[in-house]
């Protein structure tokens, strides 16, 4: 079975460091563009970065651009978020996706299951 599984969440002060990663399994995502997406209480789900099956494109929301960084392995499969300098605003749950496309990727349905990302003092 097609499983994505995100991992590396927690709870981190202001101004901290996490690193997300994301495992694929029931298949190889190497052809496939994958990202990251976040959902807050009561906000619409929204992409924060996005990558390139071969990695040489990539995307990132306004909001976190040059504070995050997405990489991915594909030999492991894996996809990654540096989040660095963390703000209160950056607390949401975190998917990650993948699809044809980083245009594309919102609409399939490889999500996973979320890692909670919470910023707090």
């Known amino acids: 079975q097609v499983q994505l599984v995100e991992s590396g969440g927690g709870l981190v002060q202001p101004g901290g460091s996490l690193r997300l990663s994301c495992a694929a399994s029931?298949?190889?995502?190497?052809?496939?563009?994958m990202g990251w997406f976040r959902q807050a209480p009561g906000k619409e789900r929204e992409l924060v970065a996005g990558?390139?099956?071969?990695?040489?494109?990539?995307y990132y929301a306004d909001s976190v651009k040059g504070r995050f960084t997405i990489s991915r392995d594909n030999a492991k499969n894996s996809v990654y978020l540096q989040m660095n300098s963390l703000s209160r605003d950056d607390t949401a749950l975190y998917y990650c996706?993948?699809?044809?496309?980083?245009?594309?990727?919102?609409?399939?349905?490889?999500w996973g299951q979320g890692t909670q990302v919470t910023v707090s003092s």
């Open positions: 996706n993948a699809g044809a496309t980083i245009a594309t990727m919102a609409g399939s349905g490889y």
């Open positions: 029931g298949r190889t995502f190497s052809n496939y563009a």
């Open positions: 990558i390139s099956w071969s990695g040489s494109i990539t």
